[in-house]
């Protein structure tokens, strides 16, 4: 079994409890960050800043992932990660309390829950190996034609004051499937921008095997999918405030 389906076998028999706690926090999991996970310097470690839910009672919790699909289900668009050891996770937050695949089936874990799980740990001598760093992120031109998809798309910017360019690039974590990045040099709300390009490309382009990040030029990793590369739409004309 793997860690998905211990937690749904856990969440049904209590007796399988036991085995799908031993199997977490032997496991790496998926925790969200506000900003790319950065080295610090001279030390064996990283820094990063994690997002918090609050759930119905109104108690601050960090959300983790089983799988990075679940991450990507929970965020509905692409952000920044880090794939953790789920003991080394623990031991970070000690002092929180934790909720695993939020939105979904799932757990939550108490401070006090936590801090119990780090002591068994300790005195069964269980050691967290963890990743060292992010994985990588390999960006690429896309291997298939997509003029259609860059047309519909440079269509619906044409309409958008506030866009400058639009690239497309193919964008591959480790060893999972490549998925599809658009990154837009814009001013103004991405958020309002991005769900509206979302509606016009589902609503105008056909293809529905493609899946789809948003990114704006904006963020440092952005910067780095496209550098060099060549966008597929550019503004023709200057804004008003620039002529």
């Known amino acids: 079994m793997n860690l998905d389906e211990l937690l749904k076998s856990a969440i049904n028999d209590p007796s ?40 119905p009672e109104g108690e601050v919790l960090v959300p983790f992932f089983t799988s990075h699909k679940n991450m990507q289900r929970f965020a509905r668009r692409y952000v920044e990660c880090y794939r953790i ?30 801090r119990a799980i780090l002591k068994i740990a300790k005195k069964l001598h ?13 960006y690429r031109e896309p291997k298939e034609d997509l003029a259609q998809l860059t047309k519909t798309a440079g269509k619906f910017f044409s309409t ?22 658009i990154v837009v040099d814009m001013l103004g709300n991405t958020r309002k921008l991005f769900v509206a390009l979302a509606r016009y490309l589902d609503k105008n ?35 008003y405030f620039q002529r």
């Open 16 to 55: 399988r409890r036991s085995i799908f706690l031993q199997t977490l926090i032997r496991s790496d999991i998926f925790v969200i960050c506000r900003n790319p996970v950065r080295p610090e310097k001279n030390q064996k470690g990283v820094r990063m800043e994690l997002v918090t839910v609050r759930n």
């Open 85 to 114: 050891n789920c003991l080394r996770f623990f031991d970070l937050i000690q002092d929180t309390s934790a909720v695993l695949n939020p939105n979904s089936y799932g757990k939550e874990f108490s401070s006090k829950e936590i």
């Open 126 to 138: 269980i050691k967290a190996i963890s990743y060292n760093e992010f994985e990588t992120l390999s």
């Open 160 to 181: 958008q004051p506030n866009v400058d360019r639009a690239f497309l690039v193919e964008m591959q974590k480790g060893s999972e499937k490549p998925h599809l990045l």
């Open 205 to 239: 382009h056909q293809k529905e095997n493609h899946h789809l990040y948003f990114l704006s030029y904006e963020q440092a990793l952005a910067k780095k999918a496209v550098k060099n590369r060549t966008p597929f739409y550019k503004r023709s004309t200057k804004r």
